[in-house]
């Protein structure tokens, strides 16, 4: 059961815009930097975002998050086919010391 | 480049243990900061930190599988090695290494994981 909560799927249509929603507690996204990544099939998890906004380099715009309270977001703006994957959230949790995950949103471009 | 890629094997049998291997390159564990950690994904998707292992040493535990866990680091290798004792159906699917170069979190690069299976 994953620790923070994230709904399990969001679509849209090709260059739109989704918005990715992940909610915890004060003991981790309330207290921590928030990060989000990529998981395709077959594929390396890919780091989209750290410290509740950064993106790494080589990490394409169209990706943009934020983080208020215990809530963030993770936007990707000019949907394509290949953002096609499963979007993960994760914290640090000061209580489990340890990082926490989300359990996953599945993006689909109709 | 940082490249890592997990090895180990794709069934084992209720209540053997699982070791897996994770080498990577392009970055050393005795540099300062830097962190390797093991997380997996369950068939439900969800995503399940599992332990770390730090540049100086220091060992961490996901509390719920603390007592089933043993990770360690071979740094003339570029290895990190997981061990899972009494496995279990519940603890089927894919295992992840990942580093962090800052202090544990946020993982910043991971391998593709190896799927394991558990069944008799």
């Known amino acids: 059961q994953a620790v923070l909560t994230q709904p399990p799927s969001a679509s849209g249509a090709p260059g739109q815009t989704i918005t990715i929603s992940c909610s915890g507690a004060t003991s981790n996204i309330g207290s921590n930097s928030l990060s989000w990544y990529q998981l395709r099939p077959g594929a390396a998890p890919k780091l989209l975002i750290y410290n509740n906004h950064e993106r790494p380099s080589g990490v394409s715009d169209r990706f943009s998050a934020s983080k208020s309270g215990t809530s963030a977001s993770l936007a990707v703006s000019g949907l394509r086919s290949g953002d096609e994957a499963d979007y993960y959230c994760a914290s640090w949790d000061d209580r489990l010391r340890g990082p926490v995950f989300g359990a996953g949103t599945t993006v689909t471009v109709v | 480049q940082v490249t890592l890629r997990e090895s180990g094997p794709a069934l084992v049998k209720p209540t053997q243990t699982l070791t897996l291997t994770c080498t990577f390159s392009?970055?050393?564990?005795?540099?300062?900061?830097?962190?390797m950690s093991w997380v997996r994904r369950t068939p439900g998707k969800a995503l399940e930190w599992l332990a770390r292992?730090?540049?100086?040493?220091?060992?961490y535990y996901n509390n719920s599988l603390k007592t089933r866990l043993t990770i360690s680091k071979d740094t003339s290798k570029n290895e990190v090695v997981l061990r899972m004792t009494n496995m279990g159906p519940a603890d089927r699917g894919t295992y992840f290494c990942?580093?962090?170069?800052?202090?544990?979190?946020?993982?910043?690069?991971w391998g593709p994981g190896t799927l394991v299976a558990v069944s008799s």
């Open positions: 990942a580093r962090s170069s800052k202090y544990g979190f946020p993982l910043d690069f």
């Open positions: 392009g970055f050393s564990l005795n540099t300062n900061g830097v962190c």
């Open positions: 292992v730090d540049w100086d040493g220091a060992k």
